[in-house]
């Protein structure tokens, strides 16, 4: 099956963006910004769920999945894992910057970069439950 597009913005910017195809691939410094990573076997036994249903949720939009190292292997940022549950308030957030056309990229270097205001990182406050904080800064990127 091909990979359909939607012509998306992102900050007035006109581009494409995947529709279908929930994984990407990122660069080195979005690797570098992450400070951790799981494999979605280990969020699974993490989740107490069945491997699938760890794809279900990133297919679904509420975890991002990546490529990356020697095998691209699947893999989620462990910031976005809390003990035995995805993150609060990380659906939404990703919800609103995915509408606002932001690709998965581009979600995880927004998350992951320090938010002097925050302080921290998105995904720090988020962690921190937090969250109301990191959906209004997400809000305002759509003005």
Do not use: C, Y
């Amino acid at each position: 099956m091909g990979r359909r597009t939607r012509t998306t913005t992102h900050r007035g910017r006109t581009g494409k963006a995947p529709t279908l195809d929930p994984v990407t691939e990122i660069d080195a410094n979005i690797d570098a910004l992450v400070p951790a990573w799981l494999n979605l076997p280990d969020i699974a036994e993490m989740l107490d769920v069945e491997v699938t249903r760890v794809r279900q949720l990133v297919k679904e939009g509420q975890l991002i999945a990546v490529r990356r190292g020697e095998n691209r292997a699947l893999h989620v940022p462990a910031a976005f894992i809390d003990g035995d549950k995805v993150v609060k308030g990380l659906a939404g957030t990703l919800t609103l910057l995915r509408d606002d056309g932001f690709t998965d990229e581009e979600m995880l270097e927004w998350l992951f970069t320090p938010d002097e205001t925050l302080p921290g990182t998105p995904a720090q406050a988020l962690s921190e439950n937090r969250g109301t904080e990191v959906k209004r800064r997400a809000q305002a990127l759509a003005v």
